[in-house]
């Protein structure tokens, strides 16, 4: 008598265990997909200053650091001399965005003493239609804070365009006037999402 009340208190708990588990394979399965490789810098590159999947698009490149970070143990540090331009990039092929309407790009970032020149934390270049667009990006504010981490977006409207090839996400250090972008930031946990 004891086995068989046993028996049945085990399939019961069996029995309940089995829809929690069901869910949690649902939810994996429509959470949206971050299109950025090694988007928390913790994987290096080819050296240990480099992050795996980020380059420096011709630019000088952030360098991976513990110094900082928002998530995990690694961020990217840019550190603008005044006399060169910075950058960050990563491309996001065609393929991931076609028949989506717009792609959301947001980063945490540590802006760490005043800057000078133009710093701009998520820039876009698409490459579409057999052109290249250079749509709005999300410049650096006087209101953001300073040394403490904040997340800042940019939108990307997709609609525009019918054929993307790619759609590279930058952070840069620019110049402006006759001032080139001269401070530190750290960058980290960058998210790029369509819909």
Not at 153 to 168: C, N, Q
Request: with cysteine.
């Amino acid at each position: 008598m004891k086995n068989k009340w046993f028996f049945g208190l085990c399939c019961a708990m069996f029995a309940a265990v089995l829809p929690v588990a069901a869910d949690e394979v649902t939810v994996e399965e429509d959470s949206a997909e971050n299109l950025l490789q090694n988007a928390s810098f913790e994987t290096p590159g080819r050296t240990e200053i480099l992050a795996a999947n980020w380059s420096a698009a011709g630019y000088r490149p952030a360098v991976r650091t513990n110094e900082k970070a928002f998530d995990g143990k690694y961020s990217m540090k840019i550190t603008g001399d005044g006399q060169n331009y910075f950058g960050l990039r990563q491309i996001v092929p065609g393929a991931k965005l076609q028949g989506k309407s717009k792609l959301e790009v947001s980063a945490s970032f540590y802006y760490e003493n005043d800057l000078r020149g133009h710093f701009f934390p998520i820039y876009f270049i698409v490459s579409a239609d057999g052109k290249q667009f250079y749509p709005q990006p999300r410049v650096r504010k006087n209101s953001d804070p300073k040394v403490q981490w904040f997340k800042a977006g940019a939108v990307l409207d997709l609609t525009p365009y019918t054929k993307i090839r790619h759609v590279e996400i930058y952070t840069l250090g620019w110049k402006y006037g006759k001032n080139y972008f001269s401070g530190t930031v750290y960058i980290d946990n960058f998210e790029a999402f369509a819909e």
